[in-house]
């Protein structure tokens, strides 16, 4: 049975697609959307809003994975959010500790 007219242009659109994206591009692009090449002007919440969430089971390694995505990071700013301000809230999601992002409303780390 032949396929429909519309299948075959998306086989031809992601052949293209797969032809015109070097791995060094796909690479790239995940760096920048990720905040780690160049690292973004953001806070931590906007860190973990974009990351959709950080892992947590360590707080110090929830603090470096949001750090190490922010031009200048302010000291204690992961804490601030977390006890202070509640911006970003520790939840388990998956069995593991995590930072998750909800809209309107605190983030979790």
């Not at 797969?18 to 002007?41: E, F, N, Y």
């Not at 603090?63 to 200048?72: D, F, H, S, T, V």
């Not at 959010?81 to 998956?94: F, H, Y």
Request: charged share 25%.
């Amino acid at each position: 049975m032949p396929k429909p007219s519309w299948m075959r242009t998306v086989q031809r659109a992601r052949v293209w697609l797969w032809a015109s994206i070097t791995w060094p591009q796909v690479l790239a692009w995940r760096l920048r959307r990720q905040h780690l090449d160049p690292p973004g002007g953001v806070g931590a919440v906007e860190v973990v809003r974009r990351l959709a969430g950080v892992q947590a089971q360590v707080a110090s390694a929830a603090e470096l994975a949001i750090r190490i995505r922010q031009l200048a990071p302010a000291r204690d700013e992961v804490r601030r959010a977390l006890v202070e301000d509640r911006s970003l809230v520790n939840a388990s999601a998956a069995a593991t500790p995590r930072a998750c992002p909800l809209p309107r409303r605190p983030h979790l780390v």
